[in-house]
């Protein structure tokens, strides 16, 4: 719901830590003139808009509730402008440092003209952080004056141009950007739980942004699992991906595309687990070793697609193994983590394997021998 006046300049009233009563005095009014706009009774006197919406730091488009998110072309062209000149290698005589922290001063400039335009905020956080990391290095000792004062300047203009963002901003994206610069501004400044609070906010690369921050903090043991969860939801989020976007291909009969999809994530695998039996496998429901069969039926590649199919009947074996049961992986990739997968039931692996069989797609190679011997596998593990 969008918000009133009223309740707009309650909300500014608090970040600027002012009551009521010192608001009313810098404005020249009353102070029961103040507490009738923050509670919607009354409405402040056109005349009155500017000077209050320069009391609170904001333009009156604030007050309006019609922040600017994206800007003007003003301010796209100057983002533009200022983040080629930041990539380029400073003149002669100029020092990276140098050359950033003169960046940092012209959007600075720029906030002042628009103090509330949530893109150009963000590009401020970015540079101010990456200027931050310069003042960490020795290289750059001779160019500063007072290393800490001049840190602590700027960590806390990013993280007041952070909070606007955070108390007056809905959209995700700016949210992120801005709690993803404060957890590596409180990085560089060593506030740890700060930085962790504020990765814990993240709705994108939380687990990323945390494991940095239990390593900065010495919880090696929590870093090294937060790590090893990031990768296992990587692996996953592949694995999906692949199948979707192999199928894709596939509707459009582009095999060897939509072969090269499939067959990824189970060259994956091996790589990860190889052919190990003591390893409780990744299990994800990821029907891959048929349809890459399949695909190289489509392809020709007779032999092929029945070494895909001899793999999926051993992997079910591996997997009926692994069924209920619950095994702390040995593997340094997936530290302390526990591999488990089961639906407490018996393994469903009835019709598996030969429904998939049946399909048209293997009809060439259905009178072959080898073929039959792994129909009569797959026959087989499902009676067993």
């Given at each position: 719901m969008k918000e009133t006046m009223g309740q707009i300049i309650r909300r500014l009233r608090k970040e600027k830590n002012l009551t009521q009563e010192e608001l009313s005095e810098l404005l020249g009014v009353t102070s029961q003139a103040v507490?009738?706009?923050?509670?919607?009774?009354g409405m402040p006197d056109i005349s009155q808009v500017v000077p209050i919406a320069h009391v609170?730091?904001?333009?009156?488009?604030?007050?309006?509730?019609?922040?600017?998110?994206?800007?003007?072309?003003?301010?796209?062209?100057?983002?533009?402008?200022?983040?080629?000149?930041?990539?380029?290698?400073?003149?002669?005589?100029?020092s990276r440092f140098m050359h950033r922290k003169?960046?940092?001063?012209?959007?600075?400039?720029?906030?002042?003209?628009?103090?509330?335009?949530?893109?150009?905020?963000c590009c401020s956080l970015s540079f101010i952080t990456y200027l931050l990391w310069d003042y960490t290095e020795e290289q750059f000792a001779d160019e500063i004056v007072d290393r800490e004062s001049e840190m602590k300047a700027w960590a806390d203009e990013a993280i007041r141009q952070a909070h606007i963002v955070l108390n007056r901003c809905t959209d995700s994206e700016y949210l992120n950007s801005a709690n993803r610069w404060l957890v590596s501004i409180y990085r560089i400044m060593k506030d740890y739980s700060k930085a962790e609070e504020h990765a814990m906010k993240l709705t994108e690369n939380r687990g990323r942004y945390l494991a940095v921050v239990y390593s900065d903090m010495g919880k090696v043991d929590e870093a090294m699992k937060q790590y090893s969860l990031n990768i296992n939801a990587a692996l996953m989020n592949l694995s999906q991906d692949l199948s979707?976007?192999?199928?894709l291909y596939q509707k459009q009969q582009r095999y060897e595309d939509a072969y090269a999809c499939y067959r990824l994530f189970p060259n994956i695998y091996e790589l990860i687990f190889?052919?190990?039996?003591?390893?409780?496998?990744?299990?994800?429901?990821?029907?891959?070793?048929?349809?890459?069969?399949?695909?190289?039926?489509?392809l020709e590649r007779y032999d092929e697609a029945m070494e895909w199919l001899e793999k999926w009947i051993n992997q079910e074996r591996i997997n009926e193994k692994a069924f209920n049961v619950i095994t702390r992986s040995d593997l340094p990739y997936f530290y302390g983590?526990?591999?488990?997968?089961?639906?407490n039931a018996t393994y469903p692996k009835h019709n598996r394997i030969t429904a998939s069989l049946e399909w048209e797609s293997f009809d060439p190679i259905r009178e072959l021998d080898r073929f039959k011997n792994i129909v009569k596998q797959a026959e087989a593990f499902e009676k067993e």
């Amino acid at each position: 719901m969008k918000e009133t006046m009223g309740q707009i300049i309650r909300r500014l009233r608090k970040e600027k830590n002012l009551t009521q009563e010192e608001l009313s005095e810098l404005l020249g009014v009353t102070s029961q003139a103040v507490s009738k706009w923050e509670n919607d009774v009354g409405m402040p006197d056109i005349s009155q808009v500017v000077p209050i919406a320069h009391v609170l730091g904001v333009t009156t488009d604030i007050l309006f509730g019609n922040a600017c998110v994206e800007g003007d072309e003003q301010v796209e062209s100057f983002i533009r402008e200022v983040e080629i000149r930041i990539s380029n290698k400073p003149e002669d005589g100029i020092s990276r440092f140098m050359h950033r922290k003169s960046c940092c001063e012209e959007l600075q400039s720029e906030l002042a003209i628009y103090p509330n335009n949530y893109k150009l905020i963000c590009c401020s956080l970015s540079f101010i952080t990456y200027l931050l990391w310069d003042y960490t290095e020795e290289q750059f000792a001779d160019e500063i004056v007072d290393r800490e004062s001049e840190m602590k300047a700027w960590a806390d203009e990013a993280i007041r141009q952070a909070h606007i963002v955070l108390n007056r901003c809905t959209d995700s994206e700016y949210l992120n950007s801005a709690n993803r610069w404060l957890v590596s501004i409180y990085r560089i400044m060593k506030d740890y739980s700060k930085a962790e609070e504020h990765a814990m906010k993240l709705t994108e690369n939380r687990g990323r942004y945390l494991a940095v921050v239990y390593s900065d903090m010495g919880k090696v043991d929590e870093a090294m699992k937060q790590y090893s969860l990031n990768i296992n939801a990587a692996l996953m989020n592949l694995s999906q991906d692949l199948s979707l976007l192999g199928h894709l291909y596939q509707k459009q009969q582009r095999y060897e595309d939509a072969y090269a999809c499939y067959r990824l994530f189970p060259n994956i695998y091996e790589l990860i687990f190889g052919q190990s039996e003591n390893e409780v496998p990744y299990y994800i429901n990821h029907p891959c070793y048929d349809w890459c069969a399949a695909m190289c039926i489509h392809l020709e590649r007779y032999d092929e697609a029945m070494e895909w199919l001899e793999k999926w009947i051993n992997q079910e074996r591996i997997n009926e193994k692994a069924f209920n049961v619950i095994t702390r992986s040995d593997l340094p990739y997936f530290y302390g983590m526990e591999f488990s997968y089961s639906y407490n039931a018996t393994y469903p692996k009835h019709n598996r394997i030969t429904a998939s069989l049946e399909w048209e797609s293997f009809d060439p190679i259905r009178e072959l021998d080898r073929f039959k011997n792994i129909v009569k596998q797959a026959e087989a593990f499902e009676k067993e």
